[in-house]
């Protein structure tokens, strides 16, 4: 009997050492910087990948890349943090005034620019002149009849903002970090005149024939609208569907979710914070679905889904069999309607893209799963199949994974590329509107490229620490972003500070991969080089301690 307590006691000892060891230190290290701990070359220049002397090296003697975002004197980075919040002023200046925000791009070649002036113009002035076309045909047609037609005149300008946008698209975004020509195109797609309105192309590769037996349904019942403006510029109009405060419920799949006009706007200013530029200027409007969309439409079909509810609002639904009801409909109060506006990417005759099936795609049935799900070496195989064995496609993959964590997307099934660009270039974040669903829960089954790959953009994870210091605090800047918009509030309390907590989650999860595999193998330098100055090594505070899993 005493032999077997003598063991159980040497047992119990022998792990309560494992787990100091290997759990509490390691923690400690993290939170505060222990003796032996200091880093012997703060102050020193760095090379493009941010160590010490440039090299890429992760050994005790060389500053890691993040140790001034998250990993250095907390105290010290919490004190200067707070000392600049004191000051006032606006933190996305500051945040867009700092140097990670203002790397240079190499030189482009034409090669690296999607299109060029003289094939666009020629593009669009033949478009125009096919609708002019259009036009007289439908004014002689109503001739005929005897019906009057309002006449909707069109100038083209070929100073136009949104052609500015079209010839601004190059290899790496889709718009500089400098560009003016952005904040007038948002003006331009909240006020100009709406002159047409009509379904959007795949609604209309449907023919209003939609298979109810199918678990997702096509995007017919989304009830998006492509609208087009007095110069020629195009939008598309998604309505409010839901209201900011309501939640997806729990028991609802992502796959049958609302789309939420909010989440787009959102996911927009969110995509700019984060230095991607991947996702097209959207914008809130009020809409008149009297006045801008039913009297200006020549669809027949669309002006047929249009009705007076008997609260004497304008409504309308979507053509599909199966949301052919009044039910689904969106009504207008009597006749506004709030929606998102994303501008227009150029046609695909003159800019080809493909989709692409996300290696990471999820099962759109009620009960199955994919290999991803299931397998923890799923990311092994994928890096050895093209196009993620070689060059930033994989590293794109994850900055994707990592911008759907922070909006809650999990409907991201493809993605899409310009031709032009090949493997080298960037992925459209598209359709982000069944982001921003439920604040209270964090998917992270949507990190799934990060946790399994364990890799990322050095200059995504150090945007990622910036927006974590107190003067910079990713709500904040997304607060005072979101707050230029006509519709605000566009998110909601819960969600803005969601941000913040999915935010430490993902560099948690570069903080294990790193303990696991070092900082040579996770953090992979960028082809820009981050400018060697003060403010890029500022020491920020440090994550709260990871909860322990029971």
């Known amino acids: 009997m005493r032999r077997d307590r003598l063991l159980v006691a040497s047992t119990l000892v022998f792990f309560l050492a494992v787990d100091i060891y290997f759990v509490l230190l390691p923690r400690l290290r993290d939170r505060y910087l222990l003796p032996g701990d200091r880093c012997p070359c703060r102050g020193r220049g760095r090379g493009a990948n941010g160590s010490a002397n440039g090299s890429t090296s992760g050994d005790a003697g060389h500053r890691p890349p ?66 002019e076309r259009q036009q007289r045909h439908y004014s002689d047609a109503a001739a005929a009849a005897n019906l009057s037609l309002p006449q909707q005149p069109v100038t083209f300008d070929p100073e136009a903002s949104w052609l500015k946008f079209h010839l601004g698209i190059n290899r790496y975004a889709l718009y500089t970090r400098d560009d003016p020509g952005i904040a007038r195109l948002l003006q331009d797609m909240r006020s100009s005149v709406i002159i047409s309105a009509d379904y959007t192309q795949d609604e209309k590769a449907l023919k209003g024939v939609c298979d109810c037996s199918q678990v997702v349904k096509p995007s ?50 969110l995509d700019r914070v984060l230095d991607f530029r991947r996702v097209p200027p959207v914008i809130g409007r009020l809409v008149n679905v009297s006045g801008e969309i039913l009297h200006v439409t020549r669809n027949e079909e669309l002006k047929s889904v249009f009705f007076t509810s008997p609260a004497n609002n304008t409504c309308f639904f979507a053509k599909c069999l199966y949301v052919c009801k009044t039910e689904y409909a969106v009504c207008g109060h009597p006749d506004l309607l709030e929606g998102s506006m994303s501008a227009y990417l150029p046609g695909l005759s003159i800019a080809p893209r493909i989709s692409i099936p996300n290696p990471w795609i999820r099962s759109y049935t009620f009960t199955g799963k994919e290999e991803w799900e299931v397998n923890p070496f799923y990311c092994d195989t994928i890096r050895r199949l093209y196009p993620y064995n070689s060059g930033n496609r994989l590293l794109n993959i994850i900055d994707m994974a990592i911008f759907d964590f922070l909006t809650g997307n999990m409907d991201r099934h493809h993605y899409e590329i310009f031709t032009k660009f090949g493997d080298a270039g960037f992925l459209l974040h598209f359709d982000n509107a069944r982001g921003f669903g439920r604040h209270s829960h964090d998917e992270l089954s949507i990190l799934a ?102």
């Open 449 to 550: 490229p990060l946790t399994q790959c364990c890799t990322i953009k050095r200059s995504t994870l150090l945007r990622l620490h910036l927006l974590t210091r107190p003067d910079l605090r990713l709500s904040e800047v997304m607060r005072e972003s979101l707050d230029g918009d006509l519709l605000r509030p566009v998110l909601t309390e819960p969600h803005l500070l969601a941000l913040d907590r999915r935010l430490e989650k993902i560099l948690r999860a570069v903080q294990r991969c790193v303990r696991k595999l070092g900082e040579r193998q996770v953090v992979v330098a960028d082809f820009v080089e981050v400018p060697d100055d003060p403010a890029t090594r500022s020491p920020q505070p440090p994550l709260p301690p990871e909860p322990r899993s029971r």
């Open 220 to 269: 017919g019942h989304h009830l998006k609208l492509a609208l087009k403006f007095q110069d020629f510029g195009k939008s598309m109009f998604k309505p409010m569907r839901q209201e900011r405060s309501e939640q997806t419920p729990e028991d609802v799949f992502y796959f049958v979710d609302f789309q939420r006009h909010n989440a787009e706007i959102a996911a927009f200013h």
């Open 66 to 131: 993040w140790s001034g975002y998250g990993y250095g004197d907390g105290v010290a980075g919490a004190e200067d943090g707070a000392a600049e919040a004191e000051m006032g002023g606006s933190r996305l200046d500051r945040l867009f005034a700092h140097p990670l925000y203002n790397m240079k791009l190499p030189e482009m070649s034409d090669a690296e620019v999607l299109l060029q002036h003289s094939e666009l113009m020629e593009y669009y002035r033949r478009k125009l002149a096919r609708w």
